[in-house]
RNA sequence: GGCAGGUUGCCCGAGUGGCCAAAGGGAGCUGACUGUAAAUCAGCCGCGCAAGCUACGGGAGUUCGAAUCUCUCACCUGCCA
């Protein structure tokens, strides 16, 4: 029977989420939500690494595959159906094993986060104010309307000070520019990140591209390219997939890209090693050792006999 | 064999006597993070806590002082043979 809880797996890319997630869900009648920002679209499997239906084992798998390349992803978008999903499969008496390495997904489910609106015009207004005026004269104004929020946003920070004035503006209200306090999640999640060494992940990064480059990545982006995937603001951003499209545009060849996927790959899992890391209620765990789905089912049934 | 040019920190690359541990970029490291988050951005980046030390192909000089000038050796490049 299910847990009655969440069970969230972060981590940096290449520890083994999936698989753990995998395990974690067949053990405790589950089912995984994604917390992948790059899975929701349709069409990106292979520079993904989105597990295809037959490796899924038969545990259900929700939010993967849900937008078409060409929309734009929102976490508050996210945040909204991915907890009616995980609230769904709780209402199912099973257990929501939400998996994925988007930090602020993730936060934006298990933490107390409202995200105020959005409005395109004035979002249109700004973004063309900075690309016209530059960083600066957007914090020179925040700083006058928002003064709190301008002292914890580098003034070079575009795409901060574009979104602290949009929300200035549609709300009449100042923006929280920092993170909630990491109090008790929501859901009484459980939460889990799964880490190994730098030497040997990074050396998995590298066999992973090279895994996915020999699966097809460059005819998956050929035929992605076909349905518009340049014109996706999301989508196109996804590691890798530029580096592809640099292949079909003949301006670099493919062991080429494939280098440079590795290592920006590298430095993401840096930056997402700085968000989870710092996350005291994570449980860290080495996907080097053994026995990791008991010892997180372990804490999981602890900590709800306590509760 | 002759003539010309080059050799700079992990890489590329500026620098022509002091203001140079040496611009800039890349790589790397650390970190921030509320609607594109696989995004966007910041700091560090020869060694040393410091005094200081070691560094601009090697060596020898000139000079108060050299990455910068001279000589020489090595290697690379272009033109002439």
């Known amino acids: 029977m299910g847990l009655n809880r969440l069970i969230v797996v972060a981590g940096p890319t290449g520890a083994g989420k999936s698989e753990l ?72 008496g099973r257990t929501p094993v939400l998996v994925g390495g988007s930090g602020l997904y993730v936060s934006a489910v298990v933490d107390e986060i409202q995200f105020p609106g959005t409005d395109p015009v004035i979002r249109g207004q700004l973004e063309a104010e900075l690309a016209v005026e530059g ?71 590298e066999q992973r591209v090279s895994r996915m480059v020999a699966a097809g990545f460059l005819d998956e982006v050929r035929a992605l390219d076909a349905a518009g995937l340049r014109e996706g603001v999301t989508a196109s951003r996804a590691l890798g997939y530029p580096q592809m499209l640099a292949v079909l545009d003949g301006v670099a060849d493919l062991p080429t890209a494939a280098a440079k996927t590795v290592q920006l790959t590298r430095r993401f899992v840096r930056r997402q090693r700085s968000w989870f890391g710092r996350d005291a209620r994570m449980q860290r765990l080495d996907a080097e050792s053994g026995g990791l789905a008991d010892r997180v089912v372990r804490t999981a049934r602890a900590g709800t006999a306590a509760s």
């Not at 990106?44 to 597990?51: C, E, N, Q, R, S």
């Not at 914090?139 to 003034?155: G, S, Y």
């Open 21 to 92: 997630g995998l395990e974690l869900a067949e053990q405790l009648d589950g089912e995984v939500v994604n917390a992948d920002s790059m899975q929701l679209y349709r069409g990106m499997d292979i520079g993904t690494a989105k597990l295809a239906a037959a490796e899924r084992r038969g545990v259900p798998h929700h939010l993967i595959d849900v937008l078409d390349i060409s929309a734009r992803a929102s976490v508050a978008a996210y945040q909204t159906r991915a907890r009616a999903q995980i609230e769904d499969v709780l209402s199912r």
């Open 135 to 205: 960083p600066v004269a957007l914090f020179q104004r925040l700083r006058q309307l928002d003064p709190v929020a301008a002292a914890v946003i580098e003034p070079a920070n575009g795409r901060r000070l574009v979104r602290a004035l949009e929300v200035i503006a549609v709300t009449g209200r100042p923006f929280t520019a920092t993170l909630p306090v990491r109090s008790r999640p929501r859901y009484e999640a459980v939460l889990v990140n799964l880490d190994l060494a730098t030497e040997l992940l990074d050396r998995r990064l």
